[in-house]
């Protein structure tokens, strides 16, 4: 395998950053996960732009301009011969003296680009299968809408779920509404048939593919409420399912110890990740 580091093709195994790199001292640092789907990288110009948002909000310049980003996004999926998977990019504050404060302006920003396979046959068999889901207090700060690299407290949510036999947490929050997933959003569809996911302008992260699949649920005129929902509603849902551009849409069957719906993953959810790409900019590499 070959990595990016810092202006650099080199062998994934030798790759690396300094000890004193700000992500590792601090956690300071933003990153983006893209979807790799039958020889495309997957809403790329989505991606970045929360990419730039990211970095504006946290004011870390860009390590190198954006079209030299994605110069570099098709070279390493390329050259780690990627058909279906993912490619990381994760960009840190750079390498100085632990110093809480921001360094010098001569600190150049630090980029790494991986990119990984994963087997979409496997991922179709969990989606017939569906998964687990396991609520967990929401404990996080309050500018999770950051992508940052900070990820302590999802690490941590998703081990509980893990050690229950769940693939995900669901973070709850202290009016009892679910927030969203450890490493992804939270949906759910009402007996009613209506999708319900929350707005995205506090408490969670705003998915691409959350984004994505508003669009297909336009197109396709199904009935949607975008508001908080409650655990309580999610246990009574006729479906719930998470979203990711790492799982797409992925049926909930059981939330903590409630099956959800009739146990089987939903219709709604199931057509939704049949016609995922459909809606999605596609970027042949
Ligand atoms: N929420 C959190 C906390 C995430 O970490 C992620 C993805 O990693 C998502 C939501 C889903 O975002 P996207 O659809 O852009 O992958």
């Known amino acids: 395998r070959i990595a990016y580091v810092n202006g650099q093709y080199v062998r994934h195994t030798d790759a690396a950053v300094h000890i004193e790199d700000r992500g590792y001292q601090f956690a300071d640092g933003v990153y983006e996960v893209c979807e790799v789907w039958n020889g495309n990288i997957v809403d790329v110009p989505r991606h970045l732009d929360r990419l730039d948002r990211s970095l504006t909000e946290l004011q870390i310049d860009w390590p190198m301009t954006r079209s030299a980003v994605e110069f570099v996004l098709r070279q390493v999926v390329r050259r780690n011969k990627v058909h279906d998977g993912i490619v990381y990019i994760q960009v840190t504050r750079g390498v100085a003296k632990r110093d809480h404060f921001f360094p010098a302006d001569d600190v150049a920003p630090s980029i790494v680009i991986t990119a990984r396979r994963?087997?979409?046959?496997?991922?179709?068999?969990?989606?017939?299968?569906?998964?687990?889901?396991?609520?967990?207090?929401?404990?996080?700060?309050?500018?999770?809408?950051?992508?940052?690299?900070?990820?302590?407290?999802?690490?941590?949510?998703?081990?509980?779920?893990?050690?229950?036999?769940?693939?995900?947490?669901?973070?709850?929050?202290?009016?009892?509404?679910?927030?969203?997933?450890?490493?992804?959003?939270?949906?759910?569809?009402?007996?009613?048939?209506?999708?319900?996911?929350?707005?995205?302008?506090?408490?969670?992260?705003?998915?691409?593919?959350r984004t994505v699949i508003l669009d297909l649920i336009e197109r396709e005129g199904l009935v949607f409420e975008e508001r908080p929902f409650t655990l309580e509603e999610a246990y009574e849902a006729k479906e719930a399912f998470v979203t990711a551009a790492s799982t797409i849409a992925m049926p909930v069957i059981r939330i903590d110890d409630r099956i959800i719906g009739n146990g089987h993953p939903g219709s709604v959810a199931t057509r939704l990740r049949e016609q995922f790409h459909t809606a999605t900019d596609l970027q042949a590499v």
């Open 118 to 209: 994963s087997s979409p046959e496997a991922a179709n068999a969990q989606a017939e299968k569906g998964i687990s889901v396991f609520s967990y207090p929401e404990n996080r700060w309050p500018r999770v809408d950051i992508k940052t690299v900070a990820l302590l407290p999802n690490v941590l949510a998703k081990q509980a779920a893990k050690e229950k036999g769940g693939k995900e947490a669901w973070y709850v929050d202290a009016d009892g509404c679910v927030t969203e997933g450890g490493s992804t959003n939270a949906w759910i569809v009402t007996k009613a048939g209506a999708l319900v996911t929350r707005p995205a302008e506090n408490g969670i992260l705003r998915g691409i593919t």
